[in-house]
């Protein structure tokens, strides 16, 4: 039975507001950044220098120490999830959750994307960047995104972040409002339910 959603997403897709959609419609808990904050407490490591491992822009030369100064906190993170995932009823967002529960048959996991002028315009909105510039900075913003969580999967975990193999749904809002995003993964959601009972049965 299926009762975690992970939503994985590019910056500017609109992930961040379909899963706290997604965890208000279906009455589930919502865990987002603070699992950083639950994982830094019960792993007593400062909370800022594990946040930096889930947002970090890790260069080619930097990759092993990057790898072995990390480890800690991705156990600690692992620990935090499973804890959370065995209580079930919950939407995470982000933080590698998909990845690092590996096949655990609890897991929805979604990975939400858009082309990069959706995201761009979308980016420059919500942060009120007016103008040219605004949107310079918003591409900019975009590009680092992409590179940090590029890397933080690539080179903890060795995956591909962007694989559709990774996620059972992976879903491009570019052309809908993220209301009807919220409601495609619904579908899908509960279709996948439905065929998991027919083939337990």
Same mark, same amino acid.
């Given at each position: 039975?299926?009762?975690?959603?992970?939503?994985?997403?590019?910056?500017?897709?609109? *992930?961040?507001?379909?899963?706290?959609?997604?965890?208000?419609?279906?009455?589930?808990?919502?865990? !987002?950044? +603070? %699992?950083? =904050?639950?994982?830094? =407490?019960?792993?007593?490591?400062?909370?800022?220098?594990?946040?930096?491992?889930? @947002?970090?822009?890790?260069?080619?030369?930097?990759?092993?120490?990057?790898?072995?100064?990390?480890?800690?906190?991705?156990?600690?993170?692992?620990? #935090?999830?499973? @804890?959370?995932?065995?209580?079930?009823? #919950?939407?995470? %967002? !982000?933080? *590698?959750? !998909?990845?690092?529960?590996?096949?655990?048959?609890? %897991?929805?996991?979604?990975?939400?994307? &858009? +082309?990069?002028?959706?995201?761009?315009?979308?980016? &420059?909105?919500?942060?009120?960047?007016?103008? $040219?510039?605004?949107?310079?900075? &918003?591409?900019?913003?975009?590009? @680092? =995104?992409?590179?940090?969580?590029? $890397?933080?999967?690539?080179?903890?975990?060795?995956?591909?972040?962007? =694989?559709?193999?990774?996620?059972?749904?992976?879903?491009?809002?570019?052309?809908?409002?993220?209301?009807?995003?919220?409601?495609?993964?619904?579908?899908?959601?509960?279709?996948?339910?439905? $065929?998991?009972?027919?083939?337990? $049965?």
């Amino acid at each position: 039975m299926r009762n975690v959603i992970t939503i994985s997403r590019q910056k500017g897709s609109g *992930g961040m507001w379909i899963a706290e959609e997604l965890a208000r419609r279906m009455c589930w808990r919502f865990i !987002g950044k +603070d %699992l950083i =904050s639950e994982a830094a =407490s019960k792993a007593g490591v400062d909370e800022s220098k594990m946040e930096r491992v889930f @947002e970090a822009r890790v260069s080619l030369q930097d990759r092993l120490t990057f790898q072995q100064r990390s480890a800690k906190y991705v156990d600690a993170m692992a620990r #935090v999830m499973h @804890e959370e995932v065995a209580k079930g009823d #919950v939407v995470i %967002l !982000g933080r *590698g959750a !998909g990845v690092i529960m590996g096949d655990d048959r609890q %897991l929805f996991r979604v990975h939400v994307v &858009a +082309d990069l002028d959706t995201r761009i315009k979308r980016i &420059a909105s919500e942060q009120k960047l007016k103008g $040219t510039k605004g949107l310079e900075d &918003a591409r900019r913003l975009c590009n @680092e =995104s992409d590179y940090a969580r590029a $890397t933080f999967h690539q080179y903890l975990f060795n995956v591909d972040w962007n =694989s559709p193999l990774l996620y059972e749904l992976v879903l491009n809002t570019s052309d809908m409002t993220l209301d009807q995003a919220t409601e495609v993964i619904l579908r899908a959601f509960e279709a996948v339910q439905e $065929t998991n009972l027919h083939c337990e $049965t």
